[in-house]
């Protein structure tokens, strides 16, 4: 997903906003009726490392997954969830919210409830097989985006002509990425769609309604693959401080996560060709200085001094974590970590998950100083 860290200015809320439906949404808890019937898979989703440029090139930064069971920084998923009612809520006096996705490669638009966007997401941008308490850390993550960019009334990288200009959102690394409703059948083996949707339905439905705050404020709750050992402050990576996203241990992702150490051969003509450089035999390369997140803050390259993040996605790589060696007419580049490092670590998250810690403890362990609240609270002050 592309996050534009900052602080952009509140939104007046107007009677009819958008905010003010969340409110009502989250003042009554509607449910979502929600099918468990099992869809069985017709074709395979995609080829989601075909279609990745490197995690996030933060222009989006996200998880997702590759295989069942293998998460790339990238946020392409193959979770399916099963095909919800879109049908409104027949109680009279209530109301829900709904988002708007502009679906991409269908240049369409899908209206869907909160709650069914919540679970398109989840589905999208982490493993089914993770724990659940990762996943119910997920799906707050990912509500609290919405109604973040809900209440600024944030239409951020949405189009200013055509379908898209009507949406709230995209379904691409833009925002979030979501699977749409025709595409939520089983992508999973025939004996295990039904237990896996009933998971990842659970997952969404422990957590109606909560979002994470800080100050009493929804956070940017920006989230990535794989760390390095550490997450990063915000600042190091995207030049603004935020109070929340602080760099903290994440020690999970050495043991667990099949993303945490890859290496990747240049040509030095390449090499050179991508950083802008002119070509030479051997490239002279000095780390000026690391992060909090002991990523490369700045490093010089042949005279010239790049940013870590320059490096890493000039280059392609995993993470602005890494190291090199000269091979002849190539360069070796092993990186650490899989993403910006921003935020939660979705493997982090897992490993965490893994060892007994509930959804909540994950998200105010990765995102410093903040609180799991109920939309309704948070509502209550803008009615």
């Excluded at 982490?126 to 308490?133: G, Q, R, S, W």
């Excluded at 979501?178 to 595409?183: F, H, P, R, V």
Aim: proline fraction near 4%; charged fraction near 25%.
């Amino acid at each position: 997903m592309r996050y534009v860290i900052g602080r952009p200015k509140r939104a007046i809320r107007r009677p009819g906003s958008k905010w003010l439906t969340v409110a009502c949404w989250a003042a009554f808890g509607i449910g979502i009726a929600m099918s468990m019937s099992v869809w069985l898979a017709t074709s395979a989703y995609r080829n989601a490392e075909a279609s990745r440029t490197v995690l996030d090139r933060f222009q989006g930064e996200s998880s997702g997954v590759t295989s069942s069971n293998k998460a790339s920084a990238d946020g392409f998923g193959q979770a399916p969830l099963p095909s919800p009612s879109e049908k409104p809520a027949t109680e009279a006096g209530t109301k829900e919210t709904y988002i708007t996705v502009y679906l991409t490669k269908e240049q369409r638009t899908e209206r869907v409830t909160l709650e069914t966007y919540v679970r398109g997401v989840v589905a999208g941008e982490m493993p089914a097989d993770f724990d659940l308490e990762a996943l119910k850390a997920q799906a707050i993550a990912a509500r609290t985006y919405i109604v973040r960019r809900l209440e600024l009334e944030d239409h951020s990288g949405m189009p200013a002509t055509g379908a898209a200009s009507r949406a709230d959102v995209t379904d691409t690394i833009d925002h979030q990425i979501y699977i749409s409703l025709d595409k939520l059948r089983g992508l999973w083996p025939k004996d295990e769609q039904e237990s896996r949707m009933a998971k990842l339905n659970k997952a969404v439905t422990e957590t109606r309604g909560e979002v994470i705050t800080y100050e009493g404020e929804p956070i940017q709750a920006v989230f990535f693959s794989t760390s390095n050992g550490y997450t990063e402050n915000s600042e190091q990576y995207f030049r603004e401080e935020l109070p929340y996203l602080r760099s903290v241990a994440s020690p999970w992702d050495k043991q667990i996560s099949p993303r945490y150490q890859e290496t990747v051969k240049l040509q030095l003509s390449d090499f050179y060709a991508r950083l802008g450089l002119a070509s030479k035999k051997k490239p002279s390369i000095r780390i000026l200085d690391k992060t909090a997140g002991n990523r490369i803050a700045d490093i010089l390259i042949d005279g010239k001094t790049y940013t870590g993040r320059e490096v890493r996605e000039k280059l392609g790589l995993a993470s602005s974590e890494f190291t090199w060696k000269l091979e002849g007419d190539e360069i070796a580049i092993t990186t650490f970590g899989y993403g910006h490092g921003v935020g939660m670590s979705q493997w982090g998250a897992n490993g965490m998950a893994e060892e007994g810690k509930s959804a909540e403890q994950i998200v105010t362990y990765y995102y410093t100083g903040t609180k799991v609240e109920q939309a309704s609270k948070l509502a209550a002050k803008f009615q």
